[in-house]
Each structure stands twice: as structure tokens, then as C-alpha cells.
């Protein structure tokens, strides 16, 4: 049997998490939690360089990722391998993520915000949709995919789902400790970012971290729409 985890990050590419929760994942392994990634799709279309294939970016966010989450601390990183902006809401997306629920168990699942307006990546739109729907009620019902039951996966009932790069924050959580371990963990995606970070992102992340922590007694934070799930 698996050993259950406190908290589950579903991540829609490899580093969207680090952006976007990684001051709060350091914050909770210190605290003694456990914390499991599972990153839906394997990125390969995240670049700008024309003499890069596809197959090749895969393996290299995902050394990158694996890199990144040792850093954090982690514990285990699990690669669906979806490809990049291909995500639909389908029931095998939405089994896999139940899977992963059931298997570990997690208290709090943390994703992006599904809900966010306009301008936003369909597959972060895609993915959080996903995850909301298998808290609820797919994770929860025995009847729901009950072949995952042969597989020895009970029903779970997760306590909390937190959404990052929300328009509704209603909970702040204090990185003004871990904050250079946050930049720390994004410097591993240097397919992404480049082998340092360029002085004005260093900037941008700080001043928005700053922005996240306005009327709290710290100086840096990560925002989130935090629901507690009362079954």
C-alpha cells in the first residue's frame, strides 16, 4: 500500500508549480507534510527554439522537474505524459487524476485556478477543471470508475482544494522564508528561463509576491482561493 500524502500539486506543464506554489511547498515539508506531484503533460511544445523536437524538450522538463522537486523536497513526482496544449476533459483524463487522489490519499489538492478570466492557457484551464471534478464527487463515490476498486484504490475524500494564480484570493500564505528557494526551484527549468533568471523577473516575482502579502504581518507571499470541502 502506498503511504499517503499530506498534499497533491497538479501541475498542468512542468514548472507552472514552481510559479505558481513552491514558497508553499517548502514551507510545508519544513512543517513535516508530505507532498506528491503530478504534472499532466510532458510540455514539449514550450519553446521558441525552432531546432528543438518535441520528443527531446519531454525528456528535458522532466529532468528539469524532477530537479526542481528535489529541491523543494518533494517526495515523489508523477509524470502522466498528456501532450502539451492537448488536454481535454475527458474521463480518462479525469481517471487518471482519481487515481492519483485514491492512491495517495492527499488532504489538500492544490491546482491552478479554473476559473480565471480571459487570457489563460487552456491546458491550466483544462487540467484545474479536471482536478476540481475528481475531488468531487469522483474521488469521493465508490461507483465512480469502479474498476480502480480491483485495483485496490478505495474511495478518498479530500479536505481542501487550494487554486493558485486566482482573481479570488482569499488566503495568503507567508514565503518571505522560502522565497529564494522559490527562485532557486525555477532556475532548474532552464528551457524555460534561461540558465539565470534575468534581473527584471527577479524583480516582477518579488514586487508580486509583495503585492500578494498587502495587509498581512509578512513581507512576501503566495495567493490562493483556498475551499474547505465539508462532506
Not at 112 to 128: F, G, K, L, M, N
Request: overall charge negative; hydrophobic content about 40%; proline content about 6%.
Amino acid at each position: 500500500m502506498t503511504e499517503p500524502a499530506q498534499v497533491m500539486v497538479v501541475t498542468p506543464h512542468p514548472d507552472d508549480a514552481e510559479f505558481g506554489v513552491a514558497g508553499t511547498v517548502v514551507r510545508w515539508v519544513r512543517e513535516g507534510k508530505s507532498v506528491i506531484y503530478v504534472v499532466c503533460s510532458s510540455g514539449e511544445k514550450g519553446t521558441s527554439d525552432s531546432n528543438v523536437k518535441p520528443e527531446e524538450l519531454a525528456q528535458v522538463r522532466e529532468r528539469e522537474q524532477q530537479a526542481a522537486a528535489r529541491l523543494l523536497g518533494v517526495r515523489e513526482v508523477v509524470f502522466l505524459r498528456y501532450p502539451d496544449q492537448e488536454l481535454e476533459d475527458t474521463p480518462e483524463f479525469r481517471k487518471d487524476i482519481v487515481r492519483q487522489i485514491r492512491k495517495y490519499q492527499p488532504q489538500i489538492v492544490i491546482t491552478a485556478d479554473p476559473y480565471r478570466r480571459y487570457i489563460w492557457h487552456r491546458d491550466h484551464r483544462i487540467a484545474a477543471q479536471v482536478t476540481l471534478d475528481a475531488i468531487f464527487p469522483y474521488a469521493r463515490d465508490h461507483l465512480a470508475y469502479p474498476d480502480l476498486l480491483e485495483e485496490g484504490l478505495s474511495p478518498h475524500k479530500v479536505k481542501e482544494a487550494w487554486f493558485w494564480a486566482t482573481e479570488d484570493p482569499n488566503y495568503r500564505s507567508d514565503i518571505t522564508e522560502t522565497f529564494d528557494i522559490k527562485l532557486a526551484a525555477l532556475r532548474c527549468h532552464k528551457s524555460q528561463i534561461g540558465y539565470d533568471l534575468a534581473p527584471d523577473l527577479k524583480k516582477w516575482l518579488r514586487q508580486r509576491a509583495k503585492e500578494m502579502a498587502k495587509g498581512e504581518n509578512f513581507e512576501l507571499a503566495e495567493a490562493f482561493h483556498r475551499v474547505e470541502i465539508r462532506w
